[in-house]
T-cell receptor
Framework: AQTVTQSQPEMSVQEAETVTLSCTYDTSESDYYLFWYKQPPSRQMILVIR????KQQNATENRFSVNFQKAAKSFSLKISDSQLGDAAMYFC????????????WGLGTSLAVNP | EPEVTQTPSHQVTQMGQEVILRCVPI?????FYWYRQILGQKVEFLVSFYNNEISEKSEIFDDQFSVERPDGSNFTLKIRSTKLEDSAMYFC??????????FGDGTRLSIL
């Protein structure tokens, strides 16, 4: 069975600095997708970034980028130039490339941004 | 930008009662999902729905739960005979083929 592990329950970063959130996963599949979702205090679930396993190039979305290491089954999220609005719970999630694509979630990392 | 809409935002129910959580997926999406997040715990998959039938359900999704797409727009989760441990945030999500899931804002269910 696939699993997702986030080993950092809490992280903090100074405003304008860079922070990296860690995620590892376990799967025997070769084709899959990985995601980072942000959950602010309002409890919405917002897609931050996604990575297709067949792509070697790391995904980027403005200040957000990932370091995808397929062999190591590692998928970290880097947030550059951190802003106060980045404070939230961040979840790493995995899905197979099949039709169903249910998401399997990590426990989350709570990110605090200090002014 | 189109959104997934969930109602109500907060539902308070007495233990043993039935609740129906409602979702309006994005109109051209074909795949629908329900997830649950108990406070302080991880998000858990409940059920997926495609082509008017359940495509997969988790161990959590027992006979107490059911889903329905009663018309062309709504997607509902019914919980019968609610228990205290059903208190959680319930998220609906939908997606197009080969695209990521888009989530609603969730319904906070409180069982008293």
């Amino acid at each position: 069975a696939q699993t997702v592990t986030q080993s950092q329950p809490e992280m903090s970063v100074q405003e304008a600095e860079t922070v990296t959130l860690s995620c590892t996963y376990d799967t025997s599949e070769s084709d899959y997708y990985l995601f980072w979702y942000k959950q602010p205090p309002s409890r919405q679930m917002i897609l931050v970034i996604r990575q297709e396993a067949y792509k070697q190039q790391n995904a980027t979305e403005n200040r957000f980028s990932v370091n995808f290491q397929k062999a190591a089954k590692s998928f970290s999220l880097k947030i550059s130039d951190s802003q106060l609005g980045d404070a939230a719970m961040y979840f790493c999630a995995y899905t197979n490339a099949g039709n169903n694509r249910k998401l399997i979630w990590g426990l989350g990392t709570s990110l605090a941004v200090n002014p | 930008e189109p959104e997934v809409t969930q109602t109500p935002s907060h539902q308070v129910t007495q233990m043993g009662q039935e609740v129906i959580l409602r979702c309006v997926p994005i109109s051209n999406h074909l795949y629908f999902y329900w997830y649950r997040q108990i406070l302080g715990q991880k998000v858990e998959f409940l059920v997926s729905f495609y082509n008017n039938e359940i495509s997969e359900k988790s161990e959590i999704f027992d006979d107490q739960f059911s889903v329905e797409r009663p018309d062309g727009s709504n997607f509902t989760l019914k919980i019968r005979s609610t228990k205290l441990e059903d208190s959680a945030m319930y998220f609906c999500a939908s997606r197009e083929s080969h695209q990521p899931q888009h989530f609603g804002d969730g319904t906070r269910l409180s069982i008293l």
